[in-house]
């Protein structure tokens, strides 16, 4: 067997995974740049996570005031969305890998990660994925609607 046989779909992985390091590299640095720039001053939450709105996914930052969540992607995408919107449709917490089938996730870059699937009409079976639940369990909490009684 030639050398070259050998070689060649050697020197193909390491460029792949070259390739993969420095897409990854890339990610990491837009990330920090996003969620250093778009802190916004009372906020109720603001983190890093991963986004999937109808199967299509990316890490991004995620910021909630007292009547939006603001969504913004390492790829430019800026969703607004009015919190009266939104629905907690399922709270699926870091470690497990149950989704629903309808939702396209790949699971390497949702790991330790806790899932909220929502619903909401501006978006379609989005989703976000967070490392700290805490401050967003109380954000998808429902709200009393103007007119109800108690």
Not at 77 to 93: D, G, M, T
Request: positive net charge; charged residues 20%.
């Amino acid at each position: 067997m030639p050398i070259v046989a050998i070689v060649g779909p050697l020197l193909l992985l390491a460029a792949l995974v070259a390739a993969y390091v420095a897409f990854a590299r890339w990610r990491d640095r837009k990330l920090d740049r996003i969620f250093a720039a778009t802190r916004m001053p009372g906020a109720r939450a603001h983190a890093k996570g991963m986004l999937c709105v109808f199967g299509l996914q990316c890490p991004a930052v995620a910021s909630a005031t007292d009547d939006e969540l603001v969504i913004h992607s390492i790829f430019g995408n800026v969703r607004r969305i009015p919190l009266a919107h939104i629905s907690l449709k399922q709270e699926i917490p870091a470690g497990h890998c149950c989704f629903e089938p309808s939702y396209a996730i790949n699971h390497n870059f949702w790991m330790n990660k806790h899932r909220f699937l929502l619903e909401c009409p501006e978006e379609r079976l989005l989703a976000l994925g967070l490392a700290d639940p805490a401050p967003w369990r109380e954000i998808f909490q429902p709200r009393p609607t103007s007119g109800a009684t108690p």
